[in-house]
């Protein structure tokens, strides 16, 4: 137990550093955005006392590194600036569209764990060849390869010319019950947890067949187990790591194909926030959305690293290297 | 239906296992390259018989279908095996089903792994998965039951061992381990194949040597596959020589591995002494 | 059961061909060659000439109909191809030469130095791919160089974790070892051995690199931020297709398909690749 701790807090020791590298890495990024602060708030016509005034105002006449450390302490504390365009806090607006991506994200990662995760360890159990057949093959494969927005844009076109009993596009007002936001999201979640659902079904399928040839499983085929039993205590709780480890690329995937199909079905949420403040050059709003996603991202995964350690002692017995 | 019953005339008689005429190949990508080519094989209640050989033999793929345990590559097509009272495989061709080979393993053969620390479940502590294949196998065994089985296998302080995961003991005590799980069901025939080829000298030694005292101890007939001849030499009464898929020479240890008769087997001993070293069996 | 390991992994090859990759293989090799020859000889026509009229459906003349300008789809979607593949292949490449450097000298040196490389690896990974490429769009400006570096950037967190890993393996085989004893030079030691000794994972990281690359193009350029307009590529198509996919489905359905084809055959191939250079046994419980 000695071990797992220890690798519990170097890996909360290893999130520190790559929160801390991360902001960083957003704040002098965003800084070299074309365009420039006061231009952005004021317009190129304004004049010098304005600029002046409007760099006052943003603590843009402090010294770099004296405006990072204000910008991470109010991020912490839940501030992240005020949106140049709209002048509009942006945490308020975040809190408005969170709980929609969230949602979203929820529905498509539920999918692909109920449904990916038994598949997965089905198909594992049954199959002959490590590639699986060629029929397999291909399904898992599309379900890889088409991306979100070729998917979305296919599911869009399909249900606005076949079906209209989906409220596509309506989705602009998503203050209301939770039950409609729920409805509302059914397609950009299925369009967004097909991937997942795919991935997840490859992973387990891929830790199935390779637990399945390590020799302590051929040692309970040599004591005469059942295979039931066999897979019950010997199968799945070896073959979870790597879908454990493959939850966290998904949540990546997550925030990421948020921000598409966020655009693609014109939904609330915090990815369309990301690419609508691109567009307009709103720092703050950027430097949010993509320090947010990162830090949830840095996060969840940490939580699954020491999950990982307390189902396989190995993981944390092997160190801090992944 | 003659395959699976058990309680043959066979057992009666003191006879194990009975392999007649036996040929067995691996089907690699979609070409058979033989491992088994017509083998005879007979092994006798309470004795302890080495099966020597190379790399290749063929040594490995007759333990394993003893058991009805070769991987699917691999598929006999002649020859008929007799093992603890089960046909695994009839003279016809007609195979036991999962269930009469599962009970087979279960209830009479036991095998110990080449790799001790691997054949341990590396996500559970020693004492559940001990007392998890015993349950399994329809034989539970309480806590203090699974201490006597480690101490019997001269682990000190196995009330602390029953509580550490694989990775955490050494290969040596893994293998210990591994033989006391082995040997807590009182199966017939133990068959090892190569176990302490990933132990240093000294501790296989003793392994070696726990392996023959606990067969003695428990009227258990030992079926022991290596390519440590002076071991063999040591701790077997009976010696079979396989080379390219057949058995080339048998007979008591004395005779086959001290004044061969066949060329190989010649070979392989000379090739011994000329080394100057008498393995890691002493 | 060292015999049976090797029975079952010693493969031919070419013992057998795989049907599945055969076909990827031609898909692929079809798209690159009908690129390349567009590229060279207009054989379709222009892809910016305003030839016919807007938005009309595949006909002989306009093979795969009109876009909303009155542009034949079918040059623009040969240009697209090899827009796309071009920008992904040459991002992959400087990939795949940057993460070999870093990580061959990162997993063979081991220690701090690996503990640095790896640490600013995990900051990259943090952020999702289309993020991140956002945030380079964001600063570079929307363009091929952006998504040029967006996709070197996605893709070197992971293969500079997998390269470093194989080269420590490979790092304390016995042949490295003696080599070193018997006075060979560092530098030679990294090329001749490591670097011999990362070719599979290179391969196969790379087969899949290509395809992050290609999603990446696409989705950056579907949202506006990749390659611009009046030159196209896969994921700028499939943009405009999905502007007008009512009124014209075929300007969806054509980059959407190619696009799709393409990652999908890149994938099969990888997989292939993947089975070939780590093979395993398969078992039954029974």
Known sequence: MRAVLRWTLTRLLIMAVTLLGTSVVIFFAVRQMPGGYESVVLGPLASEEQRQAAAERYGLDQPVLVQYWHWVTGAVQGDFGISLVSQVPVIQELALRLPVTVTLALMALSAAVLIGVPLGVLTGLRSTSRSGGALGRTVAGLGISVPEFVLGSVALFVVSSVASCFSVGNLASLSGEPATLVRALVLPAAVLGLYCLAATARTTRDAVMNVLVEPHVTAAVARGETPGHIVRHHVLRNASVPVLTLLGTITAYLLGGAVIVETVFNIPGVGSYMVTGLGRHDYAVVQATVLLAAVAFIVINTVLDIAASLVDPRVAAAGGRR | ?282 | MRRLDLAVLRRRPGASRDPLMVAAGIVLGLLCLLALVAALVPFAGSPTEISGPRLSPPSWEYPLGTDSLGRSLLPRLLEGIGVTLVVSATAVLITAVLSTAIGIVAGYAGGWLRETVMRVVDVLYAFPAIILAILVAAVLGAGRVATVSAIVLVTVPLMVRMIAAQAATVAHRDFVTSARISGVRLPVILYRHILSGVGGTLAVQGTYALSVGILVEGGLSFLGQGVQLPQSSLGLLVQEGAVYMVAAPWLLFAPAAVLVASILSITVIGDTLRDRLEPREVRSLA
Request: net charge negative.
């Open chain 2, 1 to 282: 239906m003659t395959a699976g019953t058990a309680g043959t005339a066979g057992e009666k008689d003191g006879v194990i296992v009975s392999v007649t005429g036996l040929a067995a190949a691996y089907r690699v990508r979609g070409e058979d390259s033989p491992a088994l080519a017509g083998v005879d094989l007979r092994v006798d209640a309470g004795e302890r018989l080495g099966i020597v050989g190379e790399s290749g033999s063929g040594k490995t793929t007759l333990a394993l279908a003893l058991g009805g345990m070769l991987p699917r590559s691999c598929h006999l097509s002649a020859g008929r095996i007799e093992s603890c009272g089960t046909t695994v495989r009839g003279a016809g061709g007609e195979t036991a089903d999962a269930a009469q080979l599962r009970a087979l393993r279960r209830e009479r053969i036991a095998f110990i792994a080449q790799d001790p620390a691997a054949s341990l479940d590396p996500t559970m502590r020693i004492g559940r998965q001990f007392s998890l294949a015993m349950r399994a196998q329809g034989t539970p065994m309480t806590d203090a039951a699974i201490d006597e089985a480690l101490a019997a296998v001269r682990i000190e302080r196995p009330d602390e061992v029953r509580r550490l995961y694989p990775h955490q003991i050494s290969g040596g005590m893994a293998q210990r381990v591994a033989i006391a799980m082995a040997v807590a069901r009182r199966p017939q025939l133990l068959i090892a194949d190569e176990p302490t080829a990933a132990l240093d000298a000294e501790v296989r030694t003793e392994v070696l040597g726990l392996i023959v005292r606990l067969a003695e101890e428990h009227r258990i007939t030992l079926l022991w596959v290596s390519h440590d001849i002076p071991a063999v030499r040591r701790w077997c009464t009976r010696a079979v020589v396989m080379n390219e898929g057949r058995i080339v020479e048998e007979g008591p240890v004395g005779t086959v591995l001290v004044e061969p008769e066949h060329a190989y087997t010649r070979q392989l001993v000379n090739a011994l002494r000329a080394e100057g070293t008498e393995g890691d069996g002493r």
